[in-house]
């Protein structure tokens, strides 16, 4: 690994846009879901950044060729009322597999000088209150608490709406394939579509599934009118979750629920070990039986244990099932990328209000 910081100019924009939208996509599912996915690209975004790039202050992080990391500041930011010059951390991004290896103190220590160069007096940031990681990092990096911003949902209306969340597989690949497909097609509507980044492979587990998912609870995100889709071992996940914590969503549907039942395998891979921690009670069972009023289960044609599987959770948790021929898994391996049912399944509860 090579890094080097220097001044980015407007060749690099699209570089810098792509960075900003990972950003987006990190706030909007983890800490403020009113942002708006998407509008780095758009004419408003690609304004902004123009600006930044032309007129006020951009550095950037390579490894080589690649760009992994980015920050952008605005300079003598200062009204009548205020007696010293000011500057402001707008924006920052650093790849996550480059985190750790000091790039983000770099990328701020280049700023820091160039204000020091420009007679700028202090630096500001802003964090959300929730992202306790980027709090303790500035912290590390000099900054201290300075302004509290409080903020309230006022629209009962708003809070009422609406909307999706997809809980991806072991491996994740859900996110990638038909998730996005949901993701786009919602999105246009006007519905939000959430999907949660939860540890994957060797590293999932439910105890990470829950501290994650809790906080969108937390936030109200998750809500009683919220229509939940698991895929594979993310059903087992969400109905221990739902049990423990005594939520109920608008609607659950279960697509290809996988690690539900100990059912014996030959494998002696890690997954053994992630089932077993994963697999569900006959009471979390009969909580999702008992309180969620609409749920469906989705499977296809896996081998027959697995069907027989399928069938076995559709009685337990009293769900519609639906059998599409040739999806499988529903996952990235047999190339998985749209379940048109899925699509119009959702309509068709989101309709049902």
């Given at each position: ?223 009683e009118n919220s229509v939940v889709i698991g895929h594979s071992i993310g059903n087992a996940y969400f109905i221990r979750f739902c049990k423990e914590m005594n939520y109920i969503p608008k609607a659950y549907v279960a697509v290809a629920p996988g690690a539900v039942y100990n059912i014996p395998s ?56 639906i059998y599409l021929k040739y999806y499988n898994h529903f996952d990235g391996y047999h190339r998985i990328y749209k379940i048109p049912e899925l699509t119009e399944l959702i309509n068709k509860i989101l309709k049902n209000k």
């Open positions: 690994m090579e890094i080097s910081i220097k001044r980015a100019d407007i060749t690099y924009l699209k570089d810098i846009q792509n960075l900003n939208n990972q950003l987006f996509e990190l706030e909007y599912n983890k800490f403020d879901p009113a942002l708006k996915i998407g509008w780095t690209f758009e004419k408003d975004g690609e304004k902004y950044f123009n600006n930044m790039l032309n007129n006020e202050i951009v550095y950037i992080a390579l490894d080589r060729d690649k760009v992994v990391g980015y920050l952008a500041g605005s300079i003598n930011i200062q009204g009548s009322y205020v007696t010293k010059s000011l500057a402001e951390i707008d924006n920052m991004f650093v790849l996550e597999e480059y985190r750790k290896y000091g790039i983000g103190t770099k990328l701020i220590n280049e700023f820091k000088d160039y204000c020091s160069q420009n007679k700028i007096e202090e630096l500001k940031v802003t964090a959300s209150a929730k992202n306790k990681n980027a709090i303790n990092f500035y912290k590390k990096n000099g900054f201290n608490e300075f302004e509290i911003t409080l903020k309230q949902k006022v629209n009962s209306n708003a809070q009422n709406k609406s909307n999706i969340f997809v809980l991806h597989s072991l491996n994740g690949d859900t996110i990638n394939i038909w998730g996005q497909d949901i993701k786009e097609n919602f999105n246009k509507q006007g519905i939000e579509v959430v999907i949660p980044k939860f540890p994957i492979r060797a590293d999932s587990s439910y105890e990470k599934f829950k501290e994650i998912l809790k906080e969108y609870c937390d936030n109200k995100t998750l809500n030959n494998r002696n891979d890690y997954i053994v070990k992630v089932k077993e921690q994963a697999y569900c009670k006959k009471e979390q069972l009969d909580f999702i039986k008992e309180k969620v009023e609409v749920k469906y289960c989705l499977y296809s044609d896996e081998d027959e244990p697995k069907e027989e599987m399928f069938k076995r959770f559709i009685e337990d948790t009293n769900s519609v099932g």
